[in-house]
């Protein structure tokens, strides 16, 4: 059974940048079927895509976030991070990463989220 | 962006009844690439349907999707406590990957 976690810092102060690596485990990072994904929610809000990286190391980030966002591949350790600088409080979110399925370009197996505050 | 309008907002229905959910889009998207999730409090997002109609691994029959064009819905029949949840819809026809901002679903 696939199993992804997310771990990082829990308090990132305002202008720095939030750091996050999720470790996948029971399933191959370099498989050919499959981006991984990191998708946040603001406290009691909707889900955004951030980004998805291929184990090759191409990635694609949402336009909204691009200039802020970086997402790498770790395949010897099984695990991709996400990197987005300059925070602000806006940028406070449970993040998620997630497996996106290729065949239907959605998620489909999601780590338990980690709650992240941009705060001084 | 294809932005994606869930309505309604909150539904709030007995068990046995049936729900159903609906996600418009702004412009049409791929029925091959429209999907449902299911989010309980403290959880992550479940993936409920895949290609608009197809029922991910474990998910009960009582579950189904349909819709084309830039209609969809998520119909859930024969309510149980259990599906009280928030359901989103999300789709990959044009980059960025979007979210509906959720229905909420309560069971009375």
């Known amino acids: 059974q696939l199993h992804l976690q997310e771990s990082g810092p829990g308090l990132v102060k305002p202008s720095e940048t939030l750091s996050l690596t999720c470790n996948v485990s029971?399933?191959?990072?370099?498989?050919?079927?499959?981006?991984w994904g990191w998708i946040r929610q603001p406290p009691g809000k909707g889900l955004e895509w951030i980004g998805s990286?291929?184990?090759?190391?191409?990635?694609f980030y949402n336009p909204s976030l691009r200039s802020r966002v970086t997402i790498s591949v770790d395949t010897s350790k099984n695990q991709f991070s996400l990197r987005l600088s300059s925070v602000t409080a806006a940028d406070t979110a449970v993040y998620y990463c997630?497996?996106?399925?290729?065949?239907?370009?959605?998620?489909?197996?999601w780590g338990q989220g980690v709650v992240v505050t941009v705060s001084s | 962006e294809i932005v994606l309008t869930q309505s309604p907002g909150t539904l709030s229905l007995s068990p046995g009844e049936r729900a159903t959910l609906s996600c418009r889009a702004s412009?049409?998207?791929?029925?091959?690439?429209f999907s449902w999730y299911q989010q309980k409090p403290g959880q992550p997002p479940r993936l409920l349907i895949s290609?608009?109609?197809s029922r991910a691994t474990g998910i009960p029959d009582r579950f189904s999707g349909s819709g084309s064009g830039a209609d969809f819905s998520l119909t859930i029949s024969r309510l149980e406590p259990e599906d009280s949840a928030v359901y989103f819809c999300?789709?990959?026809?044009?980059?960025?990957?979007?979210f509906g901002q959720g229905t909420k679903l309560e069971i009375k």
């Open positions: 997630a497996r996106e399925n290729l065949q239907w370009r959605n998620f489909d197996y």
């Open positions: 029971g399933g191959a990072i370099s498989s050919t079927n499959y981006y």
């Open positions: 990286v291929y184990h090759t190391g191409s990635a």
């Open positions: 412009q049409s998207v791929s029925t091959k690439y």
């Open positions: 290609g608009a109609s």
């Open positions: 999300q789709q990959f026809s044009n980059s960025p990957r979007t």
